[in-house]
Antibody
Framework: QVQLVESGGGVVQPGRSLRLSCAAS????????MHWVRQAPGKGLEWVAI????????NYADSVKGRFTVSRDNSKNMLYLQMNRLRVEDTSVYYC?????????????WGPGTLVTVSS | SYELTQPLSVSVALGQTARITCGGH??????VHWYQQKPGQAPVLVIY???NRPSGIPERLSGSNSGNTATLTIDGAQAGDEADFYC?????????FGGGTKLTV
């Protein structure tokens, strides 16, 4: 069965960096795009980034563009999110999710999430 | 950028029908997906491409989409249906979520 497990969250000071990881299993990882989605405490879902299956194409939400970088290692079935110049408002639970393309994009499986707290 | 508007909350009596709306300009021309999120859990896809249920999602949940409004309908609401629900579309190579609706049974 499809499994996604995030790791790497924690407490970090504003301006510092953090890298999140997402371990995927149960499906042909290299054939699927992947997303990062975040949720601030008590708030709604906010899409962060997508990386298509071929690794070369990515896109980001305006709120993280230029600070966050999504990447993947298809040989290890791993997805990453490098977060630089972190801000207090980046505090959220970060989810990785699988991307299903069917004339649209739908996020069909999600991991349990990892909490990132940006605080001095 | 494209915007999706959802009511903050919807209340329904046990066993009755709940309808959660998702508004957007000409949303009927787009594919709309719905997610359910229970407290402390990750979102779960419950409806994709307007009115399709993934495996394991009960038939009590259904979707429709026309004009400027997409709707998630939950028939025979149960206590276990209490959750936040989010609609989503794909627009200009970005994922767009509605603000979310808290369903109270």
């Amino acid at each position: 069965q499809v499994q996604l497990v995030e790791s790497g969250g924690g407490v970090v000071q504003p301006g510092r960096s953090l890298r999140l990881s997402c371990a995927a299993s149960g499906f042909p990882f290299s054939s699927y795009g992947m997303h990062w989605v975040r949720q601030a405490p008590g708030k709604g879902l906010e899409w962060v980034a997508i990386i298509w299956y071929n690794e070369n194409k990515t896109n980001y939400a305006d709120s993280v563009k230029g600070r966050f970088t999504v990447s993947r290692d298809n040989s290890k079935n791993m997805l990453y999110l490098q977060m630089n110049r972190l801000r207090v408002e980046d505090t959220s639970v970060y989810y990785c999710a699988r991307s299903l393309e069917m004339a649209t994009i739908v996020l069909d499986y999600w991991g349990p999430g990892t909490l990132v707290t940006v605080s001095s | 950028s494209y915007e999706l508007t959802q009511p903050l909350s919807v209340s329904v009596a046990l066993g009755q029908t709940a309808r959660i709306t998702c508004g957007g300009h000409n949303i009927g021309s787009r594919n709309v997906h719905w997610y359910q999120q229970k407290p402390g859990q990750a979102p779960v896809l419950v409806i994709y491409r307007d009115n399709n249920r993934p495996s394991g999602i009960p038939e009590r949940l259904s979707g429709s989409n026309s004009g400027n409004t997409a709707t998630l309908t939950i028939d025979g609401a149960q206590a276990g249906d209490e959750a936040d629900f989010y609609c989503q579309v794909w627009d200009s190579s970005t994922v767009v979520f509605g603000g979310g609706t808290k369903l109270t049974v």
